[in-house]
C-alpha cells in the first residue's frame, strides 16, 4: 500500500531554536499534504493543509510565521517549527492524500516527537 | 461545522467481539473513515465507507447509516494486539479529514 515517510521520528532541541520534520509520500504523488499535532490521549489536531507549489493553508489559531511549512515537490512537504518553545513539544504527524486510492485515502507518517527542552 | 462522538473507553476480553460506535453532525462529507492507533504511532487505515452499509475486511468490518449520521466498527475475534485507539473521521468535501477524539479500547486476556 501507500507509504508516507516522515523524519525525524524524535528530535529534541533548545528553547529558541528551529527544527524542520520532513514528510515523503514514497510510491505516489501528493499534491495536498496534511500536519497535524496530538497531545497525549488526544485526537489529531489539523494545524495545516500543504499544497505543492503554493501557500499552505492554517488552520485558526496555528501561527503561520511559527510553523512553517513548504510543500516544494510532489512528494515533500516540510514543516519547520521556529524559535520553539517548552510548549511546542508535542507529537507531530504528516499525512498525504493518495489521489488514485479508494477516496482519496489518507496515509499518515510515522510521526516526530518534538521536545524542547 | 463538524461534530463527532466516540465513547472514550472500551474493554473487551480476547476473543470476542467489540463495536465502537461514532455518531457525527454534519452538513456533508464525501465519507468515512476508521483509522487504527497503538500508542506513540502514527494512525493506520482500517477502512473507508462511502455508500450506508457493512463493508467487511477479515476480523474488521465498519457500517455506515448517512440517515441516521452514525457508523460503527466491528472487531471480531480480539487479540492483545488489538489493544488501541480507534479514530472515526469524516472526509470533507474540503478534502480535509475531520477527527473524532478516538475510542481506547483495552483488550484483556
Known amino acids: 500500500g501507500a507509504v508516507v515517510s516522515q523524519h525525524p521520528s524524535r528530535v529534541i532541541c533548545k528553547s529558541g531554536t528551529s527544527v524542520k520534520i520532513e514528510c515523503r509520500s514514497l510510491?505516489?504523488?501528493?499534491?495536498?499534504m496534511f500536519w497535524y499535532r496530538q497531545f497525549p490521549k488526544k485526537s489529531l489536531m489539523l494545524m495545516a493543509t500543504?499544497?505543492?507549489?503554493?501557500?499552505?493553508?492554517?488552520e485558526q489559531g496555528v501561527e503561520k510565521d511559527k510553523f512553517l511549512i513548504n510543500h516544494a515537490s510532489l512528494t515533500l512537504s516540510t514543516l519547520t517549527v521556529t524559535s520553539a518553545h517548552p510548549e511546542d513539544s508535542s507529537f507531530y504527524i504528516c499525512?498525504?492524500?493518495?489521489?488514485?486510492?479508494?477516496?482519496?485515502?489518507?496515509?499518515f507518517g510515522e510521526g516526530s516527537w518534538l521536545t524542547v527542552v | 461545522g463538524q461534530n463527532i462522538d466516540q465513547p472514550t473507553e472500551m474493554t473487551a476480553t480476547e476473543g470476542a467481539i467489540v463495536q465502537i460506535n461514532c455518531t457525527y453532525q454534519?452538513?456533508?462529507?464525501?465519507?468515512l473513515f476508521w483509522y487504527q492507533q497503538h500508542a506513540g504511532e502514527a494512525p493506520t487505515f482500517l477502512s473507508y465507507?462511502?455508500?450506508?452499509g457493512l463493508e467487511e475486511k477479515g476480523r474488521f468490518s465498519s457500517f455506515l447509516s448517512r440517515s441516521k449520521g452514525y457508523s460503527y466498527l466491528l472487531l471480531k475475534e480480539l487479540q492483545m494486539k488489538d489493544s488501541a485507539s480507534y479514530l472515526c473521521?469524516?472526509?470533507?468535501?474540503?478534502?480535509?479529514?475531520?477527527f473524532g477524539a478516538g475510542t481506547r479500547l483495552f483488550v484483556k486476556a
Open positions: 499525512s498525504a492524500r493518495d489521489e488514485e486510492g479508494p477516496g482519496n485515502t489518507i496515509y
Open positions: 510510491d505516489f504523488q501528493a499534491t495536498t
Open positions: 500543504s499544497n505543492e507549489g503554493s501557500k499552505a493553508t492554517y
Open positions: 454534519t452538513s456533508g462529507f464525501n465519507g
Open positions: 465507507n462511502v455508500l450506508d
Open positions: 473521521a469524516l472526509y470533507t468535501g474540503g478534502f480535509k479529514t475531520i
